[in-house]
């Protein structure tokens, strides 16, 4: 099958707002997407964090460069403020090439996130 552009999607929380929490979670994240989805940093086109208003203390793009990926495009912007939301939370979409189809696609959400996108599959 050729390459092809795809997003992955995930998230988790924190139990704290300091940089220590923050790059656990993340790069525990950004290892168990890439594990799970087959994916070195070379296939990584770019990575777009959020995170809600109540993590200020580290951008998660920091963690991401903490696990060797400075050379992928790291974004991070504000989560919306919605009411009811998951607090402390860190979401995350990466564009890849990959050779998998979209039903091969493993997204993944670890922690206080895991019933934000309970439809998908595991």
Known sequence: MP???RAIRGATTVDA????????????LLQQIMDRNGL????????????????VSTFPATAARSIGLGAV????ARELSIVGSVPH??????????????????????????????????
């Open 17 to 28: 707002d300091d940089v220590e929490s923050i790059t656990e979670r993340v790069t525990a």
């Open 73 to 76: 495009p790291l974004i991070c």
């Open 89 to 122: 939370c860190v979401r995350v979409m990466l564009h890849v090439e990959t050779d998998r189809p979209r039903h091969d696609i493993h997204h993944v959400y670890l922690e206080g996130a895991r019933g934000l996108r309970d439809d998908l599959p595991d």
């Open 40 to 55: 070195a940093e070379d296939d990584i086109i770019s990575i777009l964090f959020t995170a809600t208003e109540d993590i």
């Open 3 to 5: 390459l092809s552009v």
